[in-house]
């Protein structure tokens, strides 16, 4: 390890994620000077294009739905475009029987019974989001009661029928935070709805899943640390926190790799799994260090399989298919903007993607592409090019999509989550009410970091 720059900055951040670049940029704009601190050789964090056999592919986050106004905010101010998914023809649905059934419109295929079930959880689920301010679940009127079940148990005691609640679990376990419904609360399930406006909406792929940025979403993060040049330092994973003062006039030094920076002020702008990767001196609180251990990421492998046509678009189907009881839960037609091939993206989540990583490469591609084949025809079997995205092997992230507390922590800890401690800031995703979990959550913690910072240091 070689310490190759000292610098004295306002505020540093550690993490160049869409969060911190945001916070550094809102930073910046008010007049103070900052350095961002980045463990990779590259920005973006968990957004990131790649070409991959010459298959330009986007390899985390990219979707935008239309409430997420910070996220699209900024892409206006940095002048970048979004283009709608296709969408056009029929979805899939496969039952837990195996069968397939193609379909139109929001709802699936199920029986009248069944959809009944489903309108009702939806109902309720709807309801409950509705009485949760997203930045204060805890404060919900039956906090302590939903997040002290698991979401898979509170489905069933809302309903006697398998398949309505293994679809609605779908939409947040295996669909949001990936993991399985058993292993988050009801609460944490009431939060993923209310960051995204109400449960209807994740229900709603054509909204959720809206549009992509032409140039991929990691095209934020690489326009905002464009503008702040060398401000950036890469390959600097920050490993000491030190710090003294009182009062607000703080001296902080974080040690990285590439550089030593001293400032008033840090901001963590990393998921809150990592922050253990850090060295606090003096020591992080009990309460943050408890805290932090009921916070953690999902597992999902998303798929990406690219043929040389969209073969299903001739078929009459638009690539859209869902199933809670297949390998491949979700797929959809991502054919990049202006790309004669086409590309589909699939999701294999929690204990389907324990399954999966336990199978050689060779055959779990095998299943995986059959799982495709089923939802949109044997075509899907012989893809020009197959990627797997395993963001559960990279080391300064360990997970996908974002974090979410275990059974009972979201009203335990969630109130101090952006307690700042001495000049240390939390800013992040994972951390985020509208947004949580999402880009735009990124970006609007970003900008709250940054008014906090903005607000003490020149108020
Ligand atoms: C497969 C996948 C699909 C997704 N799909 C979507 C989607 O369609 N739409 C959507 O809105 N969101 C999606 N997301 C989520 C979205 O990408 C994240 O919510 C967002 O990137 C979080 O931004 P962030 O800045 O909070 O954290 P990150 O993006 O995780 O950035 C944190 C940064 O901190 C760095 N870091 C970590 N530790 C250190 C250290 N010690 N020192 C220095 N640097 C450090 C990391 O390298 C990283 O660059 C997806 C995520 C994944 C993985």
């Known amino acids: 390890m070689q310490n190759t720059q000292a610098i004295e900055r306002d505020v540093v951040i550690i993490g160049a994620g869409p969060s911190g670049l945001t916070a550094a940029h809102e930073l910046r704009k008010a007049g ?3 350095a961002v601190l980045e463990a990779r050789d590259r920005v973006g964090g968990r957004t990131w294009s790649n070409t991959i056999d010459g ?8 979707w935008v739905s239309p409430d997420q106004e910070a996220l699209i905010g900024l892409l206006g101010e940095l002048g970048l475009d979004t283009y709608s998914r296709y969408r056009e023809g029929e979805s899939v649905y496969i039952a837990p029987d ?5 379909y139109t419109g929001e709802m699936f295929p199920v029986s009248e019974v069944t959809e009944k079930e489903m309108n009702k959880l939806i109902a ?6 509705a009485a949760m301010d997203p930045a204060r679940p805890w404060e919900h009127p039956q906090a302590r009661e939903l997040d002290t079940i698991s979401f898979h148990h509170w489905l069933r005691s809302q309903s006697g029928d398998e398949e309505a609640c293994n679809n609605i679990g779908l939409f947040i376990a295996g669909g949001m935070l990936t993991k399985p419904a058993h292993a ?11 960051s995204a406006g109400s449960f209807s909406n994740l229900v709603d792929e054509d909204f959720i899943l ?6 991929g979403m990691q095209g934020v993060s690489l ?3 464009a503008k702040l040049g060398e401000d950036v330092i890469l390959n600097s994973p920050a490993r000491t926190v030190r710090w003294s003062g009182n009062d607000g006039d703080w001296r902080v030094t974080v040690e990285g790799d590439n550089a030593t920076v001293t400032a008033k002020r840090v901001v963590m702008a990393v998921p809150p799994n990592l922050y253990s990767r850090v060295s606090f001196d003096p020591p992080l609180p009990r309460r943050q260090h408890q805290m932090h251990q009921h916070q953690s990421l999902g597992l999902v492998i998303k798929v990406h399989a690219v043929y040389e046509t969209p073969f299903w678009r001739g078929a009459g189907l638009s690539g859209t298919g869902f199933s809670a009881s ?14 004669p091939r086409g590309t589909l993206v699939g999701f294999v989540s929690d204990e389907k993607a324990d399954y999966a990583f336990s199978l050689s490469a060779e055959d779990r591609k095998k299943e995986i592409t059959a799982s495709l084949a089923h939802f949109l025809g044997d075509e899907a079997l012989e893809p020009v090019v197959y990627y797997e995205s395993d963001w559960g092997s990279e080391e300064w992230t360990r997970g996908a999509y974002a974090s979410s507390y275990d059974l009972g922590g979201l009203h335990r800890y969630g109130m101090d989550q952006l307690t700042p401690v001495g000049p240390i800031h939390w800013s992040s995703s994972d951390l985020a009410a509208e947004g949580y979990q999402h880009v735009d959550g990124a970006v609007r913690m970003g900008q709250y970091t940054a008014a906090t910072l903005v607000a003490s240091l020149k108020g």
């Open 124 to 129: 309720t689920l709807d309801e409950l989001a």
């Open 55 to 62: 298959a330009w592919l986007e390899i985390g986050g990219q």
């Open 32 to 34: 103070l000077s900052v």
């Open 210 to 215: 809206d549009k992509r940025v032409v140039g």
């Open 184 to 194: 988050f609360s009801a609460l944490q399930a009431v939060l993923m709805a209310a």
């Open 223 to 225: 326009a905002l640390a």
């Open 326 to 339: 297949s390998l491949v839960q979700e797929v959809y037609d991502n054919t990049n903007h202006e790309d």
């Open 98 to 102: 195996g069968t397939r059934t193609r």
